[in-house]
């Protein structure tokens, strides 16, 4: 089972309420950090959410057509440093 959060929802604490049963996706802020932040913000956001084991890093949402090429990149960046 999947579940799609959002980074409301603290990425270390939604881990443990999971407990391994929902693989958890998402959890990168859509509108202040992908659209409004910098790549280093959202690269910082990536590394938090795979150090507290979230299963599939991404947007919480849909993202705008505005949003910067180089911030999602970021996502991508992070991961390859290491899941």
Same mark, same amino acid.
């Given at each position: ?9 603290? /990425?270390?604490?939604?881990?443990? *309420?999971?407990?391994? %049963?929902?693989? +958890? ?8 950090? +992908? +659209?409004?932040?910098?790549? %280093?913000?959202? @690269?910082?956001? *990536?590394?938090?959410?795979?150090? *507290?084991? #979230?299963?599939?890093?991404? /947007?919480?949402?849909?993202?705008? +057509?505005?949003? /910067? #090429? !180089?911030? /999602?990149? !970021?996502? #991508?960046?992070? !991961?390859?440093?290491? @899941?």
């Amino acid at each position: 089972m999947l579940h799609h959060f959002e980074w409301i929802n603290d /990425p270390k604490k939604a881990v443990k *309420a999971a407990r391994g %049963e929902i693989s +958890l996706v998402g959890g990168i802020n859509t509108f202040d950090c +992908l +659209l409004r932040g910098t790549p %280093e913000d959202v @690269y910082q956001q *990536a590394r938090y959410n795979i150090e *507290a084991d #979230v299963d599939s890093i991404g /947007p919480e949402c849909a993202i705008s +057509l505005e949003t /910067p #090429v !180089a911030n /999602p990149k !970021a996502i #991508v960046s992070a !991961a390859k440093e290491g @899941y």
